[in-house]
């Protein structure tokens, strides 16, 4: 009687192209999750920058609403809110605003002043324009207020 003393098993060929094909959809999972990820960031920031700023157009459209005088001081890049009995500044510097203790991490490009249609660069306004950079995809933010005859009055 012959014994079969032979195993069964997989060749060393067969488990070297196990490895390969593995190591290839490994790499692969890696990358896909490496784009993830990148786009996650990226949303996230996009998200955050959006917030910034839907936060800074809210106080601004409180503020216009509720003071009576608004001020915008040339030499101190401030903007002052002003009624008897209270005040309120926003500080523009290169790359945040100031309110209070508020700060909007927001870079602008460009700030327009008006009054009563006018572009103004100093003294009352009624309206303002803000312009952010590239980062925040040069959006543009627009607060006005209805004036009334005391506005006129002197």
């Known amino acids: 009687m012959k014994q079969n003393s032979k195993t069964k098993a997989f060749t060393l060929s067969e488990m070297i192209i196990v ?7 490994v790499g692969l999972a890696f990358s896909v999750l490496s784009l993830v990820q990148k786009h996650m960031s990226s949303i996230q920031e996009n998200y955050n920058n959006t917030t910034v700023l839907n936060k800074l157009e809210t106080a601004l459209w409180l503020d216009f609403n509720r003071y009576n ?3 915008f001081d040339t030499l101190e890049n401030e903007l002052k ?3 008897a009995l209270d005040s309120v ?3 523009f510097h290169e790359n945040y605003i100031i309110k209070g203790q508020d700060t909007f991490n927001i ?10 249609t ?3 660069e100093d003294g009352r306004i009624d309206a303002l324009k803000l312009e952010t950079t590239k980062v925040l995809q040069n959006q543009q933010l627009f607060v006005f207020k209805q004036n009334d005859a005391s506005t006129f009055m002197k």
């Open 81 to 83: 809110f002003v009624t």
């Open 118 to 120: 006018e572009t103004v």
């Open 69 to 71: 005088r608004i001020v």
């Open 19 to 25: 490895l390969i094909l593995t190591s290839i959809v």
């Open 107 to 116: 870079t602008l490009e460009n700030k327009v002043f008006y009054f009563v």
């Open 89 to 91: 500044s926003y500080k």
